[in-house]
């Protein structure tokens, strides 16, 4: 009963199970006649998919953008919204790809954050960017004695501001004790992703791109010169096609299911709160995250009314109840003083993780793909599409260093992840244990 009654008072009576994100962006019309034929066909409506779009549109290619359901209705509209320079390269690189690729990609990876600005600038999109610096949250003592040791070597690295904060520098950046420490990258921020997908919507439609929701792929036939791609909705034949499907890669594509886990992501929205109390606990309005396996990413939202947190809410099917009632557990774990403010909206989305940790684009019997962005995908996913759309438009010019990858994958493995839950127990076992005892 007290279970149930706590339930209760957590949720607003206008309790939404959808993004919080949706409320204010219309959804994108796509009524346009789906042709018989184009120059590419792109499978995925998302970030990915739609920079390519423009980039090859604008080259001068008919380009038809499909999607099984709304034009963006996948994870580029149900993200936490945070932007880096993709800092979340292995740290043992060098000794994987050598030092000269290294450099390539952690070059690349930061330039994806550049190349973001620039499309946003270009394009004139309103998505309420603020680089206002992202704060990597110490879970435990030995993780901030490494992010101690990481701050200056990362900085030099990637030419952008990198600090380690002790427990008592939080204080000016969050107010909670829960933290051992922390590390700040001046560079990075966030923004609105279901404004940003719709600005490149209308970008893509802009330079001619036409967008097709509602038509799931069932079946990719090679033909001569191209391909057929067919299901309930039609048919729809192309010279090029590319799988910008990510975490929501299907049975059609085989190959590169078999290279990508995808993991289910939570988030939750609070109700508004108090101007005085957003700014006790976010005084700076950084983007957090913390170094647990299992981690939390949190911030406030675009207007600065309301906490947006996130996390793996649980690592099985899981309700937006449900995530709800664990996400605001973990918010008040993280700040005690939110514990009788309520959840308006809960969602949850999938994002991708390769074998190797690494993005790809790559190509396997004709057909092309980008995507395995690990869960830092708003900047990364853009710039791939952009690279790979360049590959295709103009090939005579040096390739990605992603697009120079082996791309793996494990015997027996199918694409379905069967294996999450044991493997989510064991990191929390483990975050539990560096917590405690390290």
């Known amino acids: 009963m007290k279970k149930a009654m706590a339930r209760s008072t957590m949720l607003h009576p206008d309790f939404k199970p959808s993004p919080y994100w949706w409320e204010d962006v219309p959804e994108i019309e796509a009524s346009a006649p789906l042709p018989r034929k184009v120059d590419v066909a792109i499978v995925g409506s998302g970030f990915c998919g739609l920079s390519a779009a423009i980039e090859l549109a604008r080259s001068g290619a008919s380009v038809a953008v499909l999607d099984a359901g709304r034009i963006g209705e996948g994870a580029s509209t149900r993200n936490g919204g945070m932007i880096s320079a993709a800092l979340k390269l292995p740290a043992d690189l060098e000794k994987r790809v050598g030092a000269d690729k290294a450099d390539r990609l952690r070059r690349e990876a930061v330039a994806s954050l550049a190349h973001l600005e620039g499309k946003i600038a270009q394009e004139n999109i309103s998505c ?10 110490a879970y435990s003592k030995r993780a901030h004695r490494s992010q101690i040791r990481m701050a200056e070597p990362l900085s030099r690295l990637t030419g952008t501001g990198v600090r380690a904060l002790s427990k008592d520098d939080l204080r000016s950046e969050i107010d909670t004790d829960f933290y051992h420490g922390g590390m700040l990258i001046d560079h990075a921020g966030g923004l609105h992703p279901a404004s940003l ?24 036939e090679r033909k001569a010169g191209g391909f057929s791609l067919s299901g309930a909705a039609g048919r729809l034949d192309a010279d090029t096609l590319i799988m910008a499907t990510n975490a929501y890669t299907g049975g059609v594509s085989p190959h590169f299911r078999r290279r990508l886990v995808p ?14 109390l957003m700014r006790e606990i976010s005084p700076k309005g950084r983007f957090f995250a913390d170094t647990k396996r299992v981690l939390y990413y949190f911030r406030a939202s675009p ?59 790559a ?3 004709g057909v092309y793909f980008a995507g395995g962005c690990q869960g830092n995908g ?12 360049r590959s295709i438009a103009r090939p005579e010019e040096e390739p990605s260093a992603f697009q120079t990858l082996g791309f793996p994958t ?28 390290f």
């Open 128 to 137: 309420a960017l603020q680089l206002s610096g992202r704060l990597v949250l």
């Open 363 to 365: 190509r396997h019997e």
């Open 197 to 220: 997908h719709r600005g490149l919507a209308e970008a893509a439609v802009r330079n001619g791109a036409t967008l097709h929701n509602h038509f799931p792929v069932t079946k990719v």
């Open 378 to 389: 708003v900047a990364m996913s853009n710039y791939l599409g952009f690279r790979l759309g």
């Open 410 to 437: 494990m015997p027996f493995y199918s694409g379905n992840p069967w294996f999450l839950p044991l493997v989510g127990g064991y990191y929390r076992a483990l975050d539990h244990v560096e917590r405690h005892f």
């Open 263 to 276: 993991v289910a992501s939570h988030m939750i929205a609070t109700e508004e709160i108090a101007p005085d």
């Open 303 to 361: 207007d600065g009314k309301r906490i947006l947190f996130g996390g793996r809410g649980r690592f099985t099917a899981c309700n937006e109840r449900e995530i709800a009632r664990i996400l605001h557990r973990a918010m008040c774990a993280v700040w005690p003083q939110l514990r009788t403010v309520r959840v308006t909206h809960a969602w949850q989305g999938n994002v991708s993780f390769t074998f190797d940790y690494l993005p790809h684009i």
